[in-house]
């Protein structure tokens, strides 16, 4: 079992910055690759940003590539995702969750997920 806890959203004005910290307890953290997904109401969750185990390797999807980067630090069990030149369409809950394949944008494929923190961009 893993508990995942989420924090760091809140509300910005566009092309202002935010960072996402996820944190992990339970079993071994550095098992799992991890992912961003964000949702927005009536859409499907969407996958944001993903990261191997050990970090080395990184992937972000084409509508955030270059203004957001994922991270992790394996002796603080913790993921984030550093979120610069934010548009009002970045709006909704993002979610971390837990995965056995790195850059995978299929939800169904990650395990345990965190309960979300909401994200608010202004015009």
């Known amino acids: 079992q893993v508990q995942l806890v989420e924090s760091g959203g809140g509300l910005v004005q566009a092309g202002g910055s935010l960072r996402l910290s996820c944190a992990a307890s339970?079993?071994?953290?550095?098992?799992?690759?991890m992912g961003w997904f964000r949702q927005t109401p009536g859409k499907e969750r969407e996958f944001v940003a993903g990261i191997s185990l050990s970090g080395g390797t990184t992937y972000h999807a084409d509508s955030v590539k270059g203004r957001f980067t994922a991270s992790r630090d394996n002796a603080k069990n913790t993921v984030y995702l550093q979120m610069n030149s934010l548009k009002p369409e970045d709006t909704a809950v993002y979610y971390c969750?837990?995965?056995?394949?790195?850059?995978?944008?299929?939800?169904?494929?990650?395990?345990?997920w965190g309960q979300g923190t909401q994200v608010t961009v202004s015009a």
């Open positions: 969750a837990t995965g056995n394949i790195p850059g995978s944008s299929w939800p169904y494929e990650y395990h345990y």
């Open positions: 339970g079993r071994t953290f550095s098992s799992y690759a």
